[in-house]
């Protein structure tokens, strides 16, 4: 069951602000797109959304175009944003889903799907976009969650 984000009426749930988010970085041309969850992996988010922009501009736009969308879909308030006066990774946080925005180079050297290595998956299909993106946290993420010491819970390359 997806559970409700952000404050106010008009708050969406995370499905829709999954779907959103990578909607309106396909939009705008970003390459590709993955959603992790990371549930039960770290306590500071819910999920991360990883984009390529092939250029700074790129990557600004996007960024801007996901705030955009985000805000009239009646979204959760952004928690944070940063990266846009250089435009070479843009992260932009929800709270309960951070956004990672980044031009090709960067992506590569921080690679931060190794680093979320154990988190499910789904790959960002603007054509065939997914039906079901994560019911829930699989069991195997729980226990490692609950069983590893906090400080262990994300762990550096």
Same mark, same amino acid.
């Given at each position: 069951m997806y559970a409700p984000l952000g404050q106010g009426r008009? &708050? =969406?749930? $995370?499905? !829709?602000? #999954? $779907? !959103? =988010? &990578?909607?309106a970085a396909a939009e705008k041309k970003a390459e590709n797109i993955v959603l992790l969850d990371v549930r039960g992996l770290t306590s500071y988010t819910d999920y991360i959304v990883l984009a390529t922009g092939n250029s700074n501009r790129q990557v600004t736009a996007i960024g801007e175009h996901v705030e955009k969308k985000i805000q009239e879909a009646g979204g959760p308030k952004l928690a944070g944003r940063e990266g846009y006066e250089?435009? #070479?990774? /843009? #992260?932009i946080d929800f $709270?309960? /889903?951070? /956004?990672? =925005?980044?031009?090709? &180079?960067?992506? +590569? =050297?921080? +690679?931060?799907e190794h680093l979320w &290595? %154990? %988190?499910?998956? /789904?790959?960002?299909n603007p054509l065939d976009p997914p039906h079901h993106l994560f019911a829930s946290v699989p069991a195997h993420v729980a226990a490692a969650a609950v069983s590893a010491p906090r400080s262990r819970v994300r762990r550096a390359r």
């Open positions: 008009n &708050a =969406i749930n $995370s499905k !829709t602000l #999954l $779907s !959103t =988010i &990578a909607e250089q435009g #070479l990774w /843009v #992260l $709270s309960e /889903v951070i /956004v990672h =925005i980044l031009e090709p &180079a960067q992506r +590569d =050297i921080f +690679d931060l &290595a %154990a %988190a499910p998956r /789904v790959q960002w």
